[in-house]
């Protein structure tokens, strides 16, 4: 039971350059979440997901795209990297029962130089 | 727009002293609510939730939380901290209506021996 996969762990881009990150999740959950951590700021929702094929902005969409072609899976784009993009980055995934929680991914560590 | 406040920066405390963080947030809906907390280096873990009920909710680790509705706050409280308890604290609110979960900030808390 993997929970909140991940990947890459660890990323260096250089300024304009694309990537993408998967996050994939094995409870079956409807909602899921991407997220920033920079320190003093928390984490910040940048797009997040209630469902197969949906998508929704958050706090910080700018600069992101995102995707939920499968339940599954909720991919971050980014299409032109930029040093202030450098962070880390969340994924979560959270059920729409009673009684639930958001579980976490490890994280992302991504620097634009 | 749905927002959550924790007025704590950084806390020191030492070991055995009592730990009060405090969450207000801004939405008036029905909401749920989460303290999650951040070991260095790790992704979040559930302390603890509240979802309806006997709005003093008891989590892992000795923590407890009064979910306060005519204050919109979730205040965090441990009677007697630990050393192992140094960490980054999250409190973080879903609302029904738009399903976006959001954190605060987070109180970095450290403990001496």
């Known amino acids: 039971n993997a929970g909140v996969t991940q990947t890459p762990k660890f990323r260096v881009l250089k300024t304009g350059q694309s990537m993408t990150l998967l996050c994939a999740q094995d409870m079956n959950h409807e909602y899921m979440y991407w997220y920033r951590q920079d320190p003093g700021m928390g984490l910040r929702l940048i797009h997040y997901s209630v469902g197969e094929g949906t998508t929704a902005k958050g706090e910080v969409p700018d600069g992101y795209n995102v995707s939920r072609l499968k339940k599954q899976n909720f991919l971050l784009g980014l299409e032109s990297a930029a040093p202030s993009q450098t962070s880390v980055y969340f994924c979560?995934?959270?059920?729409?029962?009673?009684?639930?929680?958001?579980?976490f991914g490890q994280g992302t560590r991504l620097t634009v130089v | 727009a749905q927002s959550v406040s924790q007025h704590n920066h950084h806390v020191i405390l030492s070991e055995a002293a009592s730990l009060e963080l405090g969450c207000n947030y801004s939405y008036g809906g029905t909401v749920n609510l989460f303290w999650y907390v951040q070991y260095p280096g790790q992704h979040l873990q559930l302390l603890l939730k509240y979802f309806s009920g006997d709005p003093l909710v008891k989590g892992i680790k000795g923590f407890e939380a009064e979910f306060i509705k005519s204050k919109f706050s979730f205040n965090l409280r441990k009677p007697s901290v630990q050393w192992s308890d140094t960490a980054e604290y999250f409190c973080?609110?879903?609302?029904?209506?738009?399903?976006?979960?959001?954190f605060g900030t987070g109180t970095r808390l450290q403990v001496f021996p």
């Open positions: 973080a609110v879903i609302s029904y209506n738009t399903d976006k979960l959001i």
């Open positions: 979560a995934s959270y059920g729409d029962g009673t009684n639930t929680e958001a579980f």
